[in-house]
């Protein structure tokens, strides 16, 4: 079965380090979105992709980068990373303009 | 600028009684979607019900109904016959169309934690 699946599901990190988490699907759908979720306020957009070498800025995407080098995959990559930044991460996908999104299963950041 | 509000940060409902999750929206799009998610304590984010805005009958999936009112921009979920299962966080959500893309977005609400009682 087509799936989302997100890499880890778990991750400890110290401030200053670069982390990236991975996210990928096989829906093969165009569209593929990265957000964060704190207590108080629901999900925000991080950064999204509407296909292969695309990408844009969401609502809260300073100290965050991705890139799309393929279909399926998304990753999302923290610069250096920071204790504000310790959160859930989500990813996204989904086929067109009209379709709903499909969301992966989470990953847990922790940043000491 | 879109916005999705939820003002039932936490509900207690019996079981077997229906609830209703209020949302609100604001946009200026003529046409927009509408989604609610559900996220139990195991944290995945499941999709439940969409309305497109142009949609003339409210959405119906199994229990779940969205009570669609354009023109007072609302879109409550409508839970019948509620079950231990349902106790979750619901998020309300909006998916914002740019006329520039093909592509869109979704913007959140900041939830409703939904509780039920046996």
């Known amino acids: 079965d087509a799936e989302i699946t997100q890499s880890p599901r778990h991750k400890i990190t110290e401030t200053g380090r670069q982390v990236t988490l991975a996210c990928h699907q096989t829906?093969?759908?165009?569209?593929m979105f990265w957000y964060r979720q704190d207590l108080g306020h629901g999900l925000r957009l991080i950064h999204y992709?509407?296909?292969?070498?695309?990408?844009n800025k969401g609502e809260v995407s300073d100290g965050y980068s991705v890139s799309r080098s393929n279909t399926e995959d998304l990753p999302l990559t923290l610069e250096s990373a920071a204790s504000s930044q310790t959160s859930v991460y989500f990813c996204?996908?989904?086929?067109?303009?009209?379709?709903?999104?499909?969301f992966g299963p989470g990953t847990r950041l922790l940043v000491l | 600028a879109q916005k999705i509000t939820q003002t039932q940060p936490g509900m207690f409902v019996q079981e077997k009684e229906a609830v209703t999750l209020d949302c609100t929206y604001d946009?200026?799009?003529?046409?927009?979607?509408l989604f609610w998610y559900k996220q139990p304590s195991s944290g995945e984010m499941i999709f439940l019900i969409y309305q497109g805005s142009y949609d003339e009958q409210n959405a119906t999936e199994g229990r779940y109904s969205l009570n669609f009112q354009k023109a007072r921009k609302s879109a409550n979920l409508v839970i019948s016959a509620s079950q231990l299962g349902d106790s979750a966080m619901y998020f309300c959500a909006m998916r914002e169309t740019s006329w520039y893309s093909s592509a869109s977005k979704i913007i959140f609400g900041s939830g409703t934690r939904l509780s039920i009682r046996p």
């Open positions: 829906w093969n759908h165009n569209n």
């Open positions: 996204a996908s989904s086929e067109g303009a009209q379709e709903t999104q499909y």
């Open positions: 992709s509407y296909g292969v070498q695309d990408t």
């Open positions: 946009t200026s799009d003529q046409s927009y979607g």
